[in-house]
């Protein structure tokens, strides 16, 4: 066999290799939906400020695979960049924006972390609560969903929304969010910020399983989350959260 | 390219941080057009329910105007909701599939109740015998018209317009709930918003309904000092006064549940008073500190006193009270502005104000908004020219 032969049949394999990967993990997603059943999980996220360093992966990762418009200002996960300076005053900006983040000298910063941001899946959530024709509704398995065949694009929710979770698709005039990447979590995958994460800062898990990650997570960590007063009773719990965020 | 660019422009306008997504106002001009229209169908409907149900005899001759400009008001209401709709043609689920725990949910019920039940049909009891006597005397298609709004009804017996008569005050008497439901409700929709503590208050619907009543009143005395001159008629100065007199004391208790809800915030400090304090200073000084509150109302109350103290010849009070009416109209909808626009300029991180750029041409811009507040009156005056306010001897002033 010569090296031209050789190439040509190593092609082969791996073209066929390739199909054969993609059909059998098409076969076993299907498997897996086939006996997915909703109301035996029910899911949250847990995020760890003190281990994002702002990479801004999780938010061009949720861009692409959420066909989310790419013009800079809708997000359905975006991180915040606080600085919290030894005058005690605060100084917030969201990665990528645009934004022109202060000018640091290293001595003036009391501490600095990131806060990755997204829907919080709220368990009272407001925006189903308001929602005129039911489009915006909660799923067995905990996740808040937009039906965008039945959303009127009145707005009404992202009023409601104390987080700044929703916008109004451009192109589909309807409400738009994060759904945990609803449509992965069905085929036993990972939400894609989860996936894309490098440092493992968000962690993804189902709450009825006290051995899912999530549960380790909000075991071994004290736990907080966002606006707590205002009783959404949200599902993405933060571990090592700064009292200034909100 | 457009919408980078967009973005460029409005980003160069924000105060501090907000979030990325509430860098576009949800809710636009259009969204303040409508709580200003419907509180003047309300406030309208509570001038003609004095008449009919308190019995101010005085202010008989604004009744049937006030009826009018109640019912061509009301049947824009709906246009303003439609149109910012981002898909207008699904409006229909809000009737089909309504979410019983939605305060918009009930919009369509208590609108057709409040139109149907209330405005159409107080004035078609109020004006059948009249449209039996017109279609009678009119020829060609007026005379069909009026038949038609009649119902083709015949009968105008003393029996038959006794019972008409008891008609009416039985739908005023179910209509001062109804138009009190029906703007109440409409302040519930942002009164009611927990993440928004601009709009989060239980003073909200209160707020609402008084401001309706008063541009409401003012509105109707306003029609009725220029419709009346142009048709040849005399003011009724007992009426005027006594209209200018309500419209004071609904101003005094507007302002002071007004006062009282920025007392109770001031006093109260909570989390957002510093961004809140922020936005009045810098966004909102021009539109609610000198319109809505110097120009408003301080200035039409000092007016109003003076009229009171002073007894002024009848024609300087015709003109102050004039004035007055505009400044009240002016006063409430930059009132509805602070309310709607001024609700979405802070950010619900508090750490932040953006910026509403409103558009001239587009579905959601000036001239649209423009165009609704114009065919109401355009429509009054087809109703009048139908359905005449007053008989030509109550415009000679007898």
């Not at chain 1, 969201?94 to 202060?102: A, H, K």
């Amino acid at each position: 066999m010569d090296r031209r032969d050789f190439l040509k049949h190593l092609g082969w394999v791996i073209s066929s290799g390739g199909i054969l990967g993609g059909l059998s993990a098409d076969a076993w997603a299907k498997m897996l939906n086939k006996t997915y059943d909703t109301t035996k999980h029910y899911y949250g996220m847990g995020i760890d400020i003190d281990k994002c360093i702002g990479c801004g992966r999780c938010m061009q990762a949720c861009k692409t695979e959420n066909a989310v418009p790419a013009v800079p200002y809708y997000f359905r996960t975006w991180v915040e960049r606080y600085v919290i300076k030894t005058d005690r005053t605060v100084s917030v900006n969201t990665l990528n924006s645009d934004e022109p983040g202060d000018v640091l000298v290293e001595k003036d910063v009391l501490r600095s972390f990131f806060v990755p941001k997204l829907c919080n899946q709220c368990d009272h959530p407001p925006c189903v609560q308001v929602c005129p024709v039911g489009a915006t509704f909660k799923t067995d398995d905990g996740v808040i969903l937009v039906d965008s065949k039945r959303c009127i694009g009145c707005r009404y929710c992202i009023q409601a929304c104390p987080y700044g979770a929703r916008y109004l698709n451009p192109e589909t005039r309807v409400a738009d969010k994060c759904t945990f990447c609803y449509h992965r979590l069905v085929k036993g995958l990972l939400p894609v910020c989860v996936e894309v994460c490098p440092k493992q800062a968000r962690v993804f898990g189902d709450m009825k399983s006290i051995a899912s990650p999530l549960g380790r997570f909000t075991r071994m960590n004290k736990i907080h989350v966002l606006k707590p007063s205002l009783n959404t009773d949200p599902k993405v719990y933060y571990a090592n959260l700064d009292g200034e965020v909100n | 390219m457009e919408a980078a660019q967009n973005f460029m422009e409005l980003s160069k306008q924000v105060v501090g941080f907000i979030y990325p997504n509430e860098i576009d106002i949800q809710w636009s001009i259009l969204i303040v057009v409508y709580p200003y229209i419907t509180g003047l169908v309300a406030g309208a409907f509570i001038l003609a329910s004095l008449v009919k149900v308190f019995n101010v005899k005085e202010l008989q001759p604004t009744y049937r105007l006030a009826m009018l400009t109640a019912l061509a008001f009301m049947l824009i209401a709906p246009l303003p909701l439609q149109l910012h709709l981002g898909r207008p043609e699904r409006s229909y689920e809000m009737f089909m599939t309504p979410n019983l725990t939605s305060a918009m949910a009930m919009f369509g019920f208590v609108y057709l109740w409040y139109l149907m039940l209330v405005l159409l049909l107080e004035i078609y009891f109020e004006y059948r015998r009249d449209m039996i006597v017109w279609s009678s005397e009119s020829t060609g298609p007026k005379k069909w018209a009026l038949k038609l709004l009649s119902l083709f009804s015949t009968d105008i017996s003393e029996k038959a317009v006794a019972f008409d008569k008891k008609t009416v005050k039985i739908i005023t008497i179910i209509g001062i709930p109804s138009a009190f439901l029906l703007h109440g409700y409409v302040g519930f929709i942002f009164g009611s918003i927990k993440a928004n503590p601009w709009w989060s208050s239980v003073m909200m619907p209160v707020v609402f309904l008084f401001s309706a009543i008063v541009s409401g009143i003012a509105m109707v005395m306003l029609l009725y000092m220029i419709i009346i001159p142009l048709r040849d008629g005399k003011i009724d100065m007992k009426c005027l006064d006594r209209v200018a007199s309500f419209l004071f004391y609904a101003v005094i208790v507007d302002f002071s549940i007004e006062v009282l809800d920025f007392i109770h915030r001031l006093y109260e400090s909570e989390e957002s008073i510093k961004i809140l304090s922020q936005l009045v200073e810098t966004k909102l000084f021009m539109s609610m500190v000198v319109l809505q509150i110097l120009l408003g109302m301080l200035l039409p109350l000092g007016i109003m006193v003076v009229i009171k103290v002073f007894r002024l010849q009848e024609e300087v009070r015709k003109l102050l009270y004039f004035v007055c009416g505009l400044l009240i109209q002016l006063g409430i909808f930059s009132t509805r502005w602070n309310v709607v626009i001024g609700g979405q300029l802070f950010s619900k991180s508090f750490r932040g104000l953006t910026t509403y750029k409103m558009e001239l041409m587009g579905i959601e811009g000036f001239l649209v908004a423009l165009a609704l507040l114009i065919i109401p009156f355009v429509i009054l005056s087809i109703l009048i020219k139908l359905l005449p306010p007053w008989k030509k001897g109550e415009l000679a002033g007898s």
